[in-house]
């Protein structure tokens, strides 16, 4: 389906661009305390402030301070002449034949840089709506399977820019609670329509992890977004030392990136093998913080005709995998144009996944959604480029 034009958009005014007012959003709670006290709000009313203005972002869904009526006129006057609550801008937004939805959000530069754009994905589900959101613009790992690998590294999101991807989403889905349907959102606000979040969008989330920690933080606060931490999972495709970070200071589920079962195979298909071996990914998984049969490690593997499909590597699978705690994602290929592969035929993957439900593990075969719109696994990209190093240099001259 053709992208909605943003004349058939409700209005949405952009991000505090370069040399206006800073965000208040994404901003850890001692961030957001500090920030108060830089605009003058005394020490005494940092905790109560921060506290009703983490309500009003995260729970309220507000864009104006001149909605906070719990505060007085005058602090509000005061904290919109100082910082923004602004949206990125919604570039596009494409509906899949499936109900699958994809944002392109473009954001604005960041010191002497461009704007940047990347893509969020929503997939409705029964009973649960998924929320994929991208951690980078582009990707330093070039995956040979994955579209996003085919764009250029271009620059890290903001923890600021990555929760900005869940609020546009709850703001076009109506899904903030206690208010108005906002103004031109397209579905009834009914129930939680996120209520899962996978960091599975563009980009490796490990290596930007500072950012993506704080924005997971914030998602699974309880005053706010309030997710469980069991409905927002971390996929990397194997930042082997950062993953035990990921257990003991976000706490999230964990995703691999696996797709192959050999070193020589992987070491085509996730370049990043050739750092972190299989055999030192997977003891970092048996030693995630807080795994068990509650709380299993996701292992996601694409089906690649004639590449890594047969039964032999099934079975593999299930012997690399012993003692660990783990559910197999088998993941039909999803093609985009020019694309080196091809998706196993249907009776292969069943195959594959009698194999490895036989040896005791749940190994569902993810249903494609959103293929017709570039939204599925592995499909996300944005026309962003970097910026040219002549290009960074002339502007900070001028």
Known sequence: MPALPLTDLPPAPSFGATGEAPSLVGLTREGLGDALRSAGVPDRQIRMRASQIWHWLYFRGVTDFAAMTNMSKALRESLAESFTLKRPEIVTEQVSEDGTRKWLLRFPPRGAGRPVEAETVYIPEEGRGTLCVSSQVGCTLTCTFCHTGTQRMVRNLTAEEIVAQILVARDRLGDFPDIETPQGAVVPSEGRLVSNVVMMGMGEPLYNFDNVKDALLIAADGEGIALSKR?????????????????????????????????????????????????????????????????????????????????????????????????????????????????????????FADVVNRAGYASPIRTPRGRDIFAACGQLKSASERVRKREREAAAAT
């Open 231 to 351: 409905r927002i999972t971390l996929s990397t495709s194997g930042i082997v030392p950062m993953i035990p970070r990921t257990g003991s200071e976000i706490g999230v589920m964990l995703a691999i990136s696996l797709h192959a079962v050999r070193d020589d195979l992987r070491n085509e298909l996730v370049p990043i093998n050739k750092k972190w071996r299989l055999a030192e990914l997977l003891d970092a998984c048996r030693a995630y913080p807080g795994v068990s049969n509650a709380r299993r490690i996701t292992f996601e593997y694409v089906m690649l005709k004639g590449v890594n499909d047969s039964l032999a590597e099934a079975k593999e699978l299930v012997r690399l995998l012993k003692g660990i705690p783990a559910k197999i994602n088998l993941i039909p290929f999803n093609p985009w144009p020019g694309a080196p592969y091809e998706c196993s035929d249907w009776e292969r993957i069943e195959a």
